[in-house]
């Protein structure tokens, strides 16, 4: 699809209830060979076409792999039910996999993870359930998927109506989705600048179904219990949310898809050291922002995969109190917000 310096892998993931199932693993190595690398998983309705955020790692003298999990992108298959999933520990085969081939087939001492939405909630679980394997010295988080966009009395009423719902009835699709503003302010085709396959990203994204939303809901209950992430993490987000359903202009300047009240609300809960860094004008997917802002997130990534991974892995003792780094633009406060034990001035 992407043609050189890319490479693709295929995993063999075995099968599930609907038959056969695999990853795809992308490879786009640094000019010189290099220990470090970056290991990027996409979020829901999407895959890996963001070839320019390959490009700044691969300049900074990283190799850029990027993960499309079981039933999304180049790993959807014919027979498969699209991004579906009944728990979300259900992709840690595939993310084993690809740490394994990382480290021990390609050599690198030094494995930077990156998750998008519902991948920076699903590297969150698994970075914690492997904390004492040493699989990521680091975790990049953009724009998680922590909690449902929606006021908390239907938010909790509805996690519960979901979760009876999905057992009973996993494929059930459930009658509201994601509409089309976002991929609005995306697709080249209509009011973005990208241009992405939109069979596997469709702008209304594909039917949201009770499994799946109840497999999010739990995972997300799990992380607000709180994680022992063991590494360094950086949480990145916009400075405000879109909640239309029609286009309008401030659209292409905010989250159209989540609460960004909710990532920072939660990001202590992941381990005991976190910075938050908010940017003024990203969309849900910051490295889609536009260009000013898009430079904004790069540089902050790369002064924070510098300081805490320059010189090779970095693990946290396990005395070392929780940190919460101020953001770049001020983080609100809110009342339902756990208190950091640290919180140092920048």
């Known amino acids: 699809m992407l043609g050189p310096p890319y490479e693709r892998q295929t995993i063999d993931l075995g099968t599930d209830d609907e038959g056969p199932v695999v990853a795809t693993l992308v490879r786009r190595r640094a000019e010189r060979p290099t220990g470090r690398a970056v290991l990027y ?21 990283w190799d850029f792999y990027a993960l499309d999990l079981r039933k999304y992108g180049r790993s959807l298959l014919p027979h498969q039910t699209p991004n579906f999933c ?22 690198h001492d030094t494995l930077l993870a990156m998750g998008h939405s519902t991948g920076g909630l699903i590297i969150s679980l698994w970075a914690h359930a492997r904390r004492d394997a040493g699989g990521v010295d680091g975790l990049v988080l953009n724009s998680p998927f922590f909690d449902i966009n929606a006021p908390w009395l239907i938010r909790r009423p509805l996690a519960a109506a979901v979760s009876r719902l999905g057992r009973r009835a996993p494929h059930r699709i459930l009658p509201f989705g994601l509409g089309t503003v976002y991929g609005e302010s995306l697709h080249a085709d209509h009011r973005g600048e990208w241009t992405y396959d939109l069979a596997w990203k469709p702008l ?61 609300r939660w990001a202590p809960r992941l381990g005991r050291h976190v910075t938050v860094a908010r940017f003024d004008g990203g969309k849900h997917d910051l490295v889609l922002s536009g260009p000013a802002v898009r430079e904004q997130v790069f540089t902050e990534v790369g002064r924070w995969a510098e300081a805490f991974l320059g010189a090779g892995p970095t693990r946290l003792a396990a005395a070392e109190p929780t940190e919460v780094q101020a953001p770049v633009t001020g ?10 034990t640290a919180l140092p001035t920048t």
Do not use: N
């Open 41 to 61: 998983v996409h979020g829901f309705v999407d895959y890996f076409f963001q070839t320019h955020l390959a490009d700044f790692y691969a300049e900074r003298g």
């Open 86 to 107: 009944r728990d979300l520990s259900d992709y840690f085969p595939e993310l084993d996999a690809a740490t394994k081939i990382i480290r021990d087939e390609d050599g």
């Open 204 to 264: 209304a994204g594909f039917p949201v179904r009770a499994g799946w939303l109840a497999a999010i809901r739990t995972a997300q209950r799990q992380l607000r219990a709180g994680l022992d992430i063991p590494v360094p993490v950086l949480l990145a987000c916009s400075t405000r949310s879109f909640r239309g359903t029609r286009w309008h202009d401030s659209a292409a300047l905010a989250d159209a898809v989540l609460d960004v009240e909710h990532m920072v």
């Open 331 to 340: 983080t609100p406060t809110d009342s339902e917000s756990p208190t950091p």
